[in-house]
Every structure is written in structure tokens, then in C-alpha cells.
């Protein structure tokens, strides 16, 4: 079940872990599946899904992931990536994330009584 083409448009998933000596894996999913973010997760990966236009320019240097098997219980082939890569992508998830928190702060009205 390995991924053979891009759909134009299509919502990326990333996942960025390391593997049990400490090298840096990624890959990117162009489906969106509970099964694929179950053994990310599995394999101690974070899962990135619907994140802005500055990590997705970043993120799409990852390799494509690999599925092996079908239905609900699957496994992953995450390729090898450089550090640089995986220290980028992470550092711009966690800026925009702290973005979109101010933004919602932000938005709450304070008011005092």
C-alpha cells in the first residue's frame, strides 16, 4: 500500500522522530489515515497534520513514507533524514504554534467586572 503519486493539494502528513540510536527520521503521508497516525505515534513520532504554509515549504523536503499492510494495524517505513531538516521543521511547528495560540489569546475579549 506505498504511496505512488501527489494529489494535487492534497493535506500533508508529516511524521519526525528518532530512531533507537538517536538518528533523525521523517517522512510525509499524502493520506490522512487513523492507521498511519497510530503507529507514528507507536513508534514515538510526531505527528504533524494541517500545518501552515511556512512548516508545509519545509516539511515537503521530506521523503514519502512507506504503509506496510492494510486495515487498522500497519507499519511504517520512515526513511532517514539529515538533522538540519528534522531541527527546522520541528522549530517552525513549535513557532507557529505559539502563533496560533497568541492569535486565540488574543481574540478572547478581556473584559473586568
Same mark, same amino acid.
Given at each position: 500500500?506505498?504511496?505512488?503519486?501527489?494529489?494535487?493539494?492534497?493535506?500533508?502528513?508529516?511524521?519526525?522522530?528518532?530512531?533507537?540510536?538517536?538518528?533523525?527520521?521523517?517522512?510525509?503521508?499524502?493520506?490522512?489515515?487513523?492507521? @498511519? /497516525?497510530?503507529?507514528? $505515534?507507536?513508534?514515538?513520532?510526531?505527528? *504533524?497534520? %494541517?500545518?501552515?504554509? +511556512?512548516?508545509?515549504?519545509? #516539511?515537503?523536503?521530506?521523503?514519502?513514507?512507506?504503509?506496510?499492510?492494510?486495515?487498522? @494495524? /500497519?507499519?511504517?517505513? $520512515?526513511?532517514?533524514?539529515?538533522?538540519? *531538516?528534522? %531541527?527546522?521543521?520541528? +522549530?517552525?511547528?513549535?513557532? #507557529?504554534?505559539?502563533?496560533?495560540?497568541?492569535?486565540?489569546?488574543?481574540?478572547?475579549?478581556?473584559?473586568?467586572?
Amino acid at each position: 500500500m506505498g504511496q505512488k503519486g501527489e494529489p494535487a493539494g492534497a493535506d500533508q502528513v508529516y511524521v519526525l522522530g528518532l530512531d533507537d540510536n538517536g538518528n533523525p527520521r521523517g517522512a510525509r503521508f499524502t493520506v490522512l489515515r487513523d492507521s @498511519i /497516525v497510530s503507529a507514528a $505515534i507507536d513508534m514515538n513520532c510526531r505527528v *504533524l497534520i %494541517r500545518q501552515p504554509p +511556512e512548516v508545509c515549504a519545509l #516539511a515537503r523536503k521530506l521523503p514519502l513514507g512507506y504503509v506496510l499492510g492494510t486495515g487498522k @494495524i /500497519v507499519r511504517l517505513l $520512515i526513511p532517514r533524514i539529515g538533522y538540519d *531538516l528534522y %531541527r527546522l521543521i520541528l +522549530e517552525a511547528s513549535r513557532i #507557529a504554534a505559539l502563533q496560533e495560540k497568541a492569535s486565540i489569546v488574543a481574540a478572547i475579549p478581556t473584559t473586568s467586572h
